[in-house]
């Protein structure tokens, strides 16, 4: 049976079963959530007018039988935080299940009467409009939890008081295994544009559905087996490696000892307190705490990574999952705060309030420097959270993201990238990272150029990391491999098993093909992910945005960071190189 | 004699007294330099990742370099064990050794696993 598109009319309050059409038929994930975006969206629209549209899409092979960690689900449309396209990914279990309810993507559209709010339950049978007014004014954990009283072991995607107030800084909940709402699509306020469409939760109910259809079983077998040997044989991603045993927060030392590690909101690339806040030390608190806690905890079904963790008080009782690598970073070092219990309940608020936790972190460090509180001080940054969920005049400055919390306390640091703040890798320090916080469609984001090594792509790797030479054509690369995986419905950890393991490679190719029936080997990655970048691109452009959107921060040119004392060095020149193929005739 | 402070992650905190993460000063003889402070230490080859002089990069797992860079009193140094993740691109741009430099060249571009 072909895939659908279920287009839910928000307006009418009707939805719709669509045929795939034939031009997005070789779309999934990001790939598709950017088609639609681009076709059915107004690059010049408000984006929380009605004109705007939520798009979600599982990947190629999420929701097919046992491929290995491939939970993931786009969330797509246009931001309220950065103004251009936005596609945000999280994992959870809803992906799997819209999956295997037979849909390509599910578009939300239109507007509902004025204070309406809907909880939405997609079933086999259709769509379900159900009045949402007990669940306004509720964060996320207990929204879960109501929904799975009467749809248990359903996924739950929904919005905490922030995308109900349509703040920029609004992220998307997708429940966990433990029905937890730890997983978001949280940036670029995606949960403001669902807020905006008057949906408070979707309820995703499987049971009876088609599931996902496999075009050649044995080359997706073949593909399955290999992927997942090599995630299985990986130092990285194996059992007992290093995500695996600290989770995504085994990167704080690392990046602490290199000097990239922001602090203090990026007025230094070191943090004396990086130890007490690293995946070492919330390993060592789940052994010594017990209990709930634990590390290598998995956030969907069928993750054989499972670098999640579920973070424990005292008593051993759990207080969030999970505390990941930016969210222990944004909360503590950049807000010089070196206290882990701390962390997980600002981590919680995040969580149950529903806002991005790398942009909340980075808005608090941005408020510290301004003077709201003193660097370091964990019972104030706290506290600033409860102000968000009340939707005081401060919480909603904050929950606006860092560039509006710069602006009303006077501050000129302004760590951001259109309209979007950075993550936990420092551009002067690290600068390949800085040329794709510069120039992805996304706004800074790390994810947007993950790893691929650059003999693998094809790219003529220099050998000096000093040097600023070929940088831009490196990010691309970077640039476009991501933009494919996230086609996938693959965790984007699968990068190091696919890179480092051939098989690997061969093997997310043919599982994706054999899902699919699409001919893709390993060397059509880099000019599919670059298709979807331009397509990305050209909306950007439509919207407005033009070269001098593709810059770091003013500051970071003119400030040296410690303890290398180096500024941002990288030329415009250079960085216009990113794209300029777009408009010069070249294929992608 | 020189005395330099020493963090010590994952497997490797056990040299150092620690479950997962060990930091602790450690005196050597002067004019001792990287290659010293490992034999001091006796940390295994084999389980030898990533490490670090005063934020530099120094050594990446699977390969080692052979330079004893030296090393001066009140000088940081990291070791990590080879579990570590650490994505070409957080490292593209990081200033590293000459020693480290030099093995590079020789050896290829930068990869997650050396050894490879």
Redesign the interface.
Known sequence: MAKKILRINMTSLKAVYEDVPERWSRWAGRGLTSAITCEEVDPLCHPLGPNNKLIIAPGWVTGSPAAPSSGRTSFGGKSPLTGGIKESNAGGLSGQMIAKLGLAAIVVEGTPAKGKWYTLVVSKDGVKFEDASDLLGKGMYEVDELLWKKYPKTAVIGIGQAGEMKLSNAGISVNDPENKPGRYAGRGGMGAVMGSRGVKAMVIVDAGGPGVEISNQDLFKQGRKKLTESIQE???TKKG???N??G?A??V???N????LPTRNFSA??FEGA?KI?G??M??VC?KRGGEGTMGHGCHPGCIIKCSNIYPNESGEAIVSCIEYETTWAMGANCGIDNLDFIAQMTRECNDIGLDTIEAGNAVAVAMEGGLLPFGDAEGALKTFDEIRKGTPLGRILGQGVEATAKAFGVSRVPVVKHQSMPA?EPR??????V?YATTPMGADHTA???????IAGVS?K????SDEG?AE?SLT?QAATAFIDSTGYCLFI??PI???AKGWEGMAESVSGVTGLNITGADVIPIGKEILKMERLFNEKAGFTAEDDRPPEFMREESLP??NVKWSITNEQLDSVYAWVHNGEPA | MINVNVSLYGSLARFGGGRHVAQINVELEANSGKLDLLTHLSIPEKERGYLFINAVLCEVPGIRTGANEPLHNGDHIGIFSVDRLYPYQYRDGLPISEGLKKTLEKHGVMHHSYGK
């Open positions: 990986h130092g990285l490696g290093g995500l045993s600290f995504t085994v990167l030392n690392i990046l000892e290199a000097g990239g690339g070191q130890t690293s070492e030390a390993a060592e052994e890798y320090a690290v600068k390949g990272i800085g794709t150029g993950y790893t691929i090594a650059p003999e790797g050998l000096d990391p000093l940088k490196l970077f990068a190091f890179l480092d393991i303890p290398h």
